[in-house]
C-alpha cells in the first residue's frame, strides 16, 4: 500500500519541479547575438567607393533589379543557358546539403518537447533452479509480457535547448548562404565562359577577315610579278604572311570549343547540345557603362553570400557559448512511465495489469567543474575568432567591390581607344593597298600596315572579352544576380 501512495504523490510533485524551473527559464545561460556593428563600413558610407562618380555614398541611382542583371544583356542565347543552372551538379549538391540541415534543425526543435517512446516485449524466462520460486512458477520457467509508453522531458531552465535551436537555425542560414553562393558563381561562370566564347569567336572572324584580305593581296602581287612589276621576294612575303595568319586559326579554333565543352558542364547538358546552338559567332552582348552602376555598401554587404555565411557562423558560435555554459547547470528531465506488464498474454487487457511509473532524474557534472571551465572558455574563443573572420570576410568584399570598379572602367576605357585605333588602321590599310596599287609605295609597307591592323583587330576582341569579364567580376563582388 506504501508503494501505491508514492505512486500518486509524484506527479504532483513532477508539477511541481516543472512549474518552479519554468519560472527561472529567463535565466538563459551564454549571451545573446547582436548585429556587429563595424567602423569600416561606416568609412565606406562616407567616403565612397573609390571616389568613383559612379557611386554614391547613399541610395541607389540606377540600381538593377536583383536576379535580371544578367537578362539586362539581352542575350537570348546566354538568357537561355542562365536558366539550366539549376541542373549545375554543385547547385543539386549545395540544395541537398541544405535540405539536410534543415532536417536537422526540425530535430533539434523536437528536442524541446516530450520524448515518447514505446516498447512491446514477450520473453519466456527461465530462472536458476537455485533460486526460490513462488508455488505457480514450475521451475522458475514462465513468460512475461510488456507494453510500455516512456517519456522523458528535459526542462530547459537554462536555456541549453534554447541556445542548441539557436546553433541549429545559425547552421541553416550558413548552408543557405553557402547555396547562394555557389548559384551566384555558377551564374557569373557561366557568363564568364559565355563572354570567352563570344570573344573567341571575335578573334577568329577577325584572324580569317584578314587571311582573307592577306590571300587578295597575294594574288594581286602574283599579277603584278606577271606583269613585271613586282618582285618574287614580294610575292613570297605576301604568302608566308598569308600562312602566318593562318596558323593563329588552329588555337582559337581551341578555346572555342574548350569554352563549349565547360559551358556543356556548367548547364549540365550533353556537349553536342551546346555546340549545335552556340557555334554560330556572334556579337559580345553590349555592357553597361561604368554610370550606370550604382550601390550601397550596406546593400551589398547584406547580399554578399559569404559575409552571410559568415555572419551565420558568428551566430552558431555565439550560441554554441550557452550550450557550454549549461554543462555547468545540473541537467534535470522528467520521466514517466505508462504500460501494461503481464505473465499471460490474455490479461494484459485486465485493469490489474497496468502500471506507472512518475519521476524527476537530475545529472550534474558537479565534480568536474575544471573541464566544463575549459570546454565554455574554448567556445568563447570560437566565439572572438568567428567575429574576427567576419570582420575580414566584411572588409575583404568591399576591397573586392573596390577593385572590381577599377578594373571594369579601366577596361572600358581600353575598349574604347582599341575601337578607334581600329578604325584608323582600317583605314591605314584601305589606303596602302590604293598607294600600293598605284605605285606610290613598296610592299614592305602594305604588309607591315595589314600586319599592324590585324594585331589591333585582335587586341580589340581581347579587350572587349577582358571588359565583359570585368563586368562579370563586377557584379560577382555586388552579388547581383
Not at 505512486?7 to 535565466?27: E, G, I, Q, W
Not at 562618380?53 to 538568357?79: F, H, R
Not at 537554462?158 to 541556445?163: E, F, H, S
Not at 606610290?440 to 583587330?457: C, G, H, Y
Request: hydrophobic content about 40%; charged content about 25%.
Amino acid at each position: 500500500m506504501s508503494t501505491r501512495k508514492i505512486r500518486y504523490k509524484l506527479p504532483p510533485l513532477c508539477v511541481t519541479f516543472s512549474l518552479a524551473f519554468n519560472m527561472v527559464a529567463c535565466m538563459t545561460v551564454g549571451p545573446d547575438f547582436e548585429q556587429p556593428s563595424l567602423k569600416a563600413i561606416e568609412a565606406y558610407q562616407t567616403e565612397g567607393f573609390a571616389n568613383s562618380s559612379a557611386i554614391s555614398g547613399g541610395e541607389t541611382k540606377k540600381a538593377l533589379p536583383q536576379s535580371s542583371v544578367w537578362y539586362q544583356l539581352k542575350d537570348p542565347d546566354l538568357n537561355r543557358l542562365l536558366k539550366l543552372m539549376e541542373d549545375n551538379t554543385d547547385v543539386q549538391i549545395a540544395y541537398k546539403r541544405l535540405l539536410v540541415a534543415k532536417n536537422l534543425d526540425r530535430d533539434t526543435k523536437l528536442d524541446s518537447w516530450p520524448q515518447p517512446d514505446t516498447q512491446f516485449t514477450a520473453v519466456e524466462k527461465r530462472d536458476s533452479e537455485s533460486k526460490s520460486f513462488p508455488a505457480e512458477k514450475d521451475g522458475g520457467a514462465y513468460q512475461d509480457y510488456n507494453l510500455t509508453e516512456s517519456i522523458t522531458w528535459e526542462l530547459d531552465w537554462i536555456g541549453r535547448l534554447k541556445r542548441s535551436r539557436e546553433s541549429a537555425d545559425a547552421n541553416v542560414m550558413s548552408l543557405q548562404a553557402q547555396l547562394n553562393e555557389i548559384r551566384l558563381l555558377t551564374q557569373a561562370e557561366i557568363v564568364r565562359q559565355y563572354c570567352l566564347l563570344r570573344g573567341v569567336q571575335a578573334q577568329l572572324l577577325a584572324t580569317r577577315g584578314n587571311a582573307a584580305r592577306q590571300k587578295d593581296t597575294w594574288s594581286l602581287t602574283q599579277s603584278r610579278l606577271d606583269a613585271g612589276v613586282a618582285t618574287p621576294v614580294d610575292v613570297a612575303r605576301a604568302k608566308s604572311q598569308y600562312y602566318a595568319t593562318l596558323s593563329s586559326v588552329p588555337p582559337l579554333e581551341s578555346q572555342q570549343k574548350q569554352a563549349l565543352h565547360r559551358l556543356s558542364v556548367l548547364t549540365g547538358q550533353s556537349a553536342r547540345a551546346t555546340y549545335q546552338d552556340l557555334i554560330k559567332p556572334k556579337k559580345m552582348p553590349l555592357l553597361p557603362l561604368v554610370s550606370e552602376i550604382s550601390l550601397n555598401p550596406n546593400n551589398v554587404l547584406k547580399k554578399r553570400p559569404d559575409v552571410q555565411a559568415a555572419e551565420a557562423n558568428l551566430r552558431r558560435a555565439v550560441a554554441d557559448i550557452g550550450v557550454k555554459q549549461a554543462l555547468w547547470f545540473p541537467k534535470i528531465t522528467l520521466l514517466g512511465d505508462l504500460g501494461l506488464a503481464s505473465e499471460n498474454l490474455n490479461d494484459l487487457s485486465e485493469g490489474a495489469s497496468v502500471f506507472n511509473l512518475f519521476g524527476v532524474r537530475i545529472s550534474w557534472a558537479i565534480l568536474g567543474f575544471t573541464r566544463l571551465d575549459v570546454i565554455a572558455s574554448r567556445a568563447e574563443l570560437n566565439a572572438d575568432i568567428a567575429y574576427k573572420e567576419y570582420k575580414q570576410k566584411v572588409l575583404l568584399a568591399l576591397e573586392e567591390v573596390e577593385n572590381a570598379l577599377v578594373a571594369y572602367e579601366s577596361t572600358q576605357s581600353v575598349t574604347q581607344y582599341l575601337e578607334q585605333s581600329a578604325t584608323a588602321a582600317k583605314q591605314a590599310t584601305e589606303l596602302a593597298q590604293q598607294r600600293y596599287e598605284g605605285g606610290v609605295i613598296n610592299f614592305i609597307e602594305v604588309l607591315d600596315v595589314e600586319r599592324r591592323q590585324l594585331e589591333i583587330e585582335n587586341e580589340l576582341a581581347g579587350a572587349k572579352t577582358q571588359a565583359a569579364l570585368a563586368m562579370v567580376n563586377l557584379y560577382l563582388s555586388l552579388a547581383e544576380d
